[in-house]
């Protein structure tokens, strides 16, 4: 398994320093979003250039560590089109440097009409708002075209494409091979539908299977009919089950820890290692 982490949840820091914190937990792979992870204020996206992304991408890779997605999270559907415009030209600019940070995908997730936070909103479940982010996501699909670079798109409850079926639309309509998928389970849940979060694991598979390139792993527990976050491990999600579901999908797509607490990083890790080496044994029996 490639096993990697969003890695400014390790904290703030120098692209080389993270690199050495990935690494002696044992990640191999890292989800850069780089205005958030790295303290020189040069890297922030305005700045970006291909100096600039070789050097980034040096630090990481010199200890081994590869980037698997530039995070370039915004929010198509804004009701400010400034805003809209900012993060359509943030991302277009990854895609461009894309390779100079020897990067395999630039992603986001799909936005909401409420603004912020991107939660709920009786716009998303509506075609004329599910047109209106196939309309920028066409365009960045373009661009990604352009520069020989791939994107990779993800759902969530809340959001415009709040299933995976309304994700694979969105595909199918402008159907450019440079748009790949997340599968961040942990997102599609809601207290209406989180005990039945297996069958919407195997919905995702089965509608996004082909083009699934990164899985998130997350945990949560549901406290006072509320759903909370917990590390992975101390949860109530049965990583065993879902880890052979994922493997089987594509064993070679990145893992990538998102949201995990930073002491608990470790343990985390290790409970993930341990059901890999269980599903391996399995197979070799």
Not at 65 to 88: D, Q, R, W
Not at 117 to 130: A, I, L, M, S
Not at 188 to 193: A, E, G, T, V, W
Request: glycine letters at 6%.
């Amino acid at each position: 398994m490639k096993i990697g982490v969003r890695v400014h949840d390790l904290g703030r820091n120098t692209a080389v320093n993270l690199a050495l914190e990935a690494k002696a937990i044992g990640f191999d792979s890292v989800q850069l979003v780089i205005n958030k992870a790295l303290l020189d204020e040069g890297a922030i996206p305005t700045y970006l250039d291909t100096k600039k992304a070789h050097d980034i991408a040096k630090s990481f890779n010199d200890e081994g560590i590869e980037i698997a997605m530039l995070g370039a999270y915004f929010n198509p559907v804004h009701s400010n089109k400034e805003k809209v415009m900012t993060g359509f030209t943030n991302f277009s600019n990854f895609l461009k440097y894309e390779h100079d940070f020897n990067c395999s995908y630039v992603g986001s997730e799909t936005g909401s009409f409420s603004d912020e936070p991107w939660v709920y909103h009786p716009k998303n479940r509506t075609e004329e708002g599910f047109l209106e982010a196939v309309v920028v996501f066409k365009k960045l699909a373009l661009v990604a075209e352009e520069n020989n670079a791939k994107i990779a798109l993800e759902g969530a409850f809340g959001h415009v494409c709040y299933c995976p079926k309304v994700l694979r639309k969105l595909y199918d309509l402008i159907h450019s091979n440079s748009i790949y998928f997340t599968i961040d389970l942990f997102n599609y849940l809601d207290i209406s539908n989180y005990q039945n979060y297996m069958a919407i694991l195997d919905e995702a598979i089965e509608v996004l299977g082909d083009r699934t390139v990164i899985f998130h792993l997350k945990d949560f527990e549901v406290v006072d009919n509320k759903i909370i976050r917990k590390d992975i491990g101390k949860g109530i999600m049965d990583y065993k089950t879902i880890i052979k579901k994922m493997l089987n999908c594509n064993p070679n797509a990145y893992f990538i820890f998102e949201g995990n607490s930073k002491e608990g990083m470790q343990e985390s890790y290790n409970f993930i290692k341990q059901i890999e080496e269980e599903v391996k044994n399995e197979i070799r029996s």
